[in-house]
């Protein structure tokens, strides 16, 4: 990964993981340890879920360009709804606390799209690759 995604990751994935230590201590106080493993758990998920689709992302624009716009709206609903599916397969489960691992997949999932569109709207990427100057006769 070049080094612009690898900051734009982290810009991404630290906050996002600080929701879900909030997350896991008030889900700790409320719900007891089951609680804080549920929003631990749920932190987990959305990090990398959230953090694969952003690799992914980069890769298509790298090879595929065209695909972009088209991919990135997919591969969000993709997203989206597999956090769905996670939330609704682990409802009844005694693993965990379900709500508080929904209200923290939620969270973090909202924390990573905002800090993710910060981070790329702070990030200084150009759009067309500048021509090599010199030419070679």
């Known amino acids: 990964m070049p080094s612009n995604d690898v900051r734009i990751l982290a810009q991404a994935a630290v906050p996002t993981a600080a929701v879900g230590a909030i997350a896991a201590v008030v889900s700790g106080v409320v719900a007891g340890g089951k609680g804080a493993v549920g929003a631990a758990v749920a932190t987990v998920i ?15 624009a790298k090879s595929l360009p065209h695909l972009f716009q088209a991919m ?49 709207m702070k990030s200084k990427i150009l759009y067309v690759e500048p021509e090599k100057s010199g030419h070679s006769s």
């Open 72 to 120: 990135g709206l997919m591969l969000y609903a993709a997203q989206i709804l597999l956090l769905f599916i996670f939330m609704a397969a682990f409802k009844n489960t005694t693993l965990f606390h379900p709500k508080a691992f929904a209200f923290t997949l939620v969270a973090g999932t909202l924390a990573w799209i905002a800090a993710q569109t910060r981070a790329h």
């Open 46 to 60: 959305v990090i990398l879920f959230m953090g694969l689709g952003l690799y992914i992302l980069q890769r298509t």
